[in-house]
């Protein structure tokens, strides 16, 4: 996987801390609206305490619903709930579709229609830029929607403990036991009886990745042992196609002699940028070997041995010995987004353009705002976001910066 030496910014509600003065809320119940939703899924709603408006994080909450919760956590200027009663639902509101969504973890929104989980996903990146970058110009594209809601995904990662088989529970490290899984490729979810059948009962937690291969075959295995190095993909291949073919796009427009990419993975990016302009080098970094050694194999293959280099390093290290190029860095950092040295490295170089590929959004906002503290001359030229998990919070960005 691909690693980052900066502390991602997440936001979210914390274990109670002593001292508090909303700890006298603790247990009491209230009835809320919900606003919207925040990063990590939860529904936002306020109450009203010694004449202050307090924020309370409700998991599982639609905005519209008017909810009666209970208070089981207290922060210094926070709270978070839980819902004891719907008191109204939100016309977004449906039954989940999934039997196990009420405790399974794997997902966070199957509790609202599609069209309204897009909506504020847009909602909270907007929230996020104009917090962030407040005096910065952008405008954001109609989001790229997924073609298929559920079994869309091309592997999961499931626990395995005694002889139970799935996810961890919501906010637990119990494991509930499914026997299908509808985010997943159907050919996984079918097979998830037969795996669990033939798994030899362990008294401690074992994780095992389940995935359509390159061959397209369903296989799995144990996550730790080999193959393991190449199971960093795009989940969802119709919305990476379509993120693939935008940045491709936009690398095109731009038509750079040389290209920096940083946590390049195997080159989901790299060789599409190769075929599509044929007179382009290109150096990709990326930490994971069998990552590299995966990419390297292919790129001889293609014969592009003098055109495209694949470096194994981490990207802290490179970029502090290596050069970016000038004309265009390419980033698709982790969840973490880029590290302080990273960041640092490329504001420096000032490249003519920056691609960046993120799915966090608190952390692009974050890694924005030092670009263009440091670099006012950038202008946000594209903006979009890719729904690449449906019935999840999580969703990727690409963002074009361009002097």
Request: aromatic share 8%; hydrophobic share 35%.
């Amino acid at each position: 996987m691909k690693k980052s030496g900066f502390k991602p910014l997440i936001l979210k509600v914390n274990t109670t801390k002593r001292g508090s003065e909303l700890e006298s809320l603790l247990h009491s119940e209230h009835t809320i609206e919900i606003e919207k939703l925040v990063v990590g899924g939860d529904g936002l709603g306020r109450l009203t305490f010694k004449e202050k408006s307090l924020v309370v994080f409700v998991p599982m909450a639609a905005p519209g619903d008017k909810l009666k919760i209970k208070i089981i956590k207290a922060e210094k200027n926070h709270l978070k709930g839980e819902i004891l009663q719907i008191i109204k639902p939100a016309e977004s509101r449906r039954p989940a579709p999934c039997e196990y969504y009420e405790s399974c973890g794997g997902c966070s929104l199957q509790h609202m229609t599609e069209s309204a989980q897009l909506a504020q996903k847009e909602l909270i990146l907007r929230d996020l830029l104009n917090r962030f970058i407040p005096n910065a110009k952008w405008e954001l594209l109609p989001a790229v929607k997924s073609e298929f809601d559920f079994h869309y995904r091309n592997r999961i990662q499931l626990k395995a403990e005694g002889g139970k088989l799935g996810y961890f529970k919501k906010s637990s490290h119990q494991i509930v036991d499914i026997s299908h899984c509808p985010i997943a490729d159907k050919r996984i979810s079918d097979s998830i009886p037969s795996v669990k059948s033939e798994l030899t009962p362990s008294p401690e937690v074992v994780r095992y990745e389940l995935r359509i291969n390159h061959l397209e075959q369903f296989e799995y295995y144990k996550i730790g042992e080999d193959g393991e190095g190449l199971s960093f993909s795009q989940v969802n291949n119709s919305v990476n196609n379509k993120l693939v073919k935008a940045v491709e796009s936009l690398v095109s427009a731009i038509n750079p002699v040389f290209v920096s990419e940083l946590y390049a993975g195997a080159g989901n990016f790299s060789f599409p940028i190769m075929a599509k302009l044929p007179t382009t080098r290109m150096e990709s970094v990326e930490l994971n070997p069998k990552l590299t050694e995966f990419a390297v194999k292919k790129l001889t293959g293609l014969n592009l041995q003098n055109r495209l280099t694949f470096v194994t390093s981490d990207c802290e290290s490179f970029v502090k010995r290596g050069e970016l190029s000038k004309e265009l860095v390419v980033l698709d950092p982790p969840r973490a987004g880029c590290s302080e040295d990273v960041m640092s490295a490329v504001c420096k170089r000032h490249p003519a353009n920056i691609v960046y590929i993120s799915c966090h959004p608190a952390n692009l906002a974050r890694d924005m705002s030092l670009i263009l503290q440091k670099n006012p001359s950038y202008k946000i030229k594209y903006l979009q976001i890719f729904d690449m998990f449906p019935q999840t919070d999580h969703f990727e960005t690409l963002v074009h910066l361009s002097k």
